[in-house]
């Protein structure tokens, strides 16, 4: 008997899902239970009537487990069908090279004399590359470190011109993926997001993000100025200066659309520019955002 229960399952599982509660499934034992009867002669029928409970409560127990292994597999199935996370960093201990000191605080000329809110020192992200306009040896440039017993990246450098890309790239040909990561802004100037770039060259690619400050000046104000490749705007209330903030980057096919915090702010359809490649994150005259959770996703 119990070799044929698998057959008659499949098709009781069939229109089940795992939102069913308990009731269903109960309800879906008996049922099977009852088509039972009429599948075998009458020994096992009169069998069965001097066993009823005993051979019943076994059933159940066995449907209940086939019904639970089913539901979970499908579910994982399901799951693991619909992305790839091809690059993932929460700035552990893993994530950690050599430890290097601050510069900016030392005196001129090998450093810029600061002395207002400087980290003084970190390790090295080892699943980033650097690409700065000035000489790595010049005390102007960025300074990408994972904070010390933090968990979390900081751009602590004055960063005239500093791009840090992920060292997995994005996939020629794909069409649709997702950039999530998340940020505490520290500073009012612009940081602007790469992709698209066929290497990880501050030069490649094309850009788009915000800032916190009115056009022309170096006042911080609570809305955010979009500028960039997808376009100009205003997006009131949404500067989210001095605390972490959700950002997402998706790409689907030619459109690209960019979102804090769920809000989007900012999209366009780009048909002329490769998506694809590295993915980077540009910051200019800006000092001390911190960075966790990076993810790319590529959807199937």
Not at 67 to 79: A, D, P, T
Not at 150 to 162: K, P
Not at 187 to 200: K, Q, R
């Amino acid at each position: 008997m119990i070799g044929n229960v698998p057959a008659v399952l499949c098709q009781l599982s069939a229109n089940f899902s795992s939102k069913q509660t308990l009731t269903d499934i109960n309800c879906l034992c008996f049922k099977l239970v009852t088509s039972l009867f009429k599948l075998y002669e009458p020994p096992f029928f009169k069998y069965f009537i001097m066993n009823e409970n005993r051979l019943k409560i076994r059933l159940q127990l066995l449907i209940k487990l086939n019904l639970f292994i089913l539901v979970i597999s499908c579910s994982n199935k399901k799951g693991s069908q619909e992305f790839e996370i091809i690059f993932e960093d929460g700035f552990g201990t893993t994530s950690q090279g050599q430890y290097f000191e601050n510069v900016i605080q030392l005196p001129p000329p090998g450093g810029l004399g600061f002395d207002w809110e400087v980290l003084p020192g970190g390790y090295v992200p080892v699943k980033w590359v650097h690409s700065d306009e000035l000489e790595l040896t010049d005390p102007g440039k960025g300074f990408w470190v994972i904070v010390p017993d933090s968990g979390y990246m900081q751009q602590a450098g004055r960063s005239q011109n500093s791009v840090l890309f992920a060292k997995t790239p994005i996939p020629e040909r794909t069409k649709n993926f997702d950039i999530t990561f998340r940020q505490k802004r520290e500073d009012n100037d612009p940081i602007m997001y790469l992709i698209g770039a066929d290497e990880p060259v501050l030069t490649k690619g094309f850009e788009f993000g915000y800032m916190t400050q009115f056009p022309g000046t170096d006042s911080t104000t609570v809305d955010a100025y979009v500028s960039g490749e997808l376009g100009d705007a205003k997006i009131p209330g949404m500067a989210l200066m001095h605390q972490w903030a959700n950002h997402a980057i998706k790409v689907r096919g030619d459109s690209v659309s960019y979102f804090t915090n769920g809000v989007l702010m900012v999209a366009a359809v780009i048909k002329d520019k490769p998506k694809n490649g590295y993915f980077g994150i540009r910051q200019r005259s800006e000092r001390n955002t911190k960075y966790d959770d990076v993810k790319i996703l590529l959807w199937k």
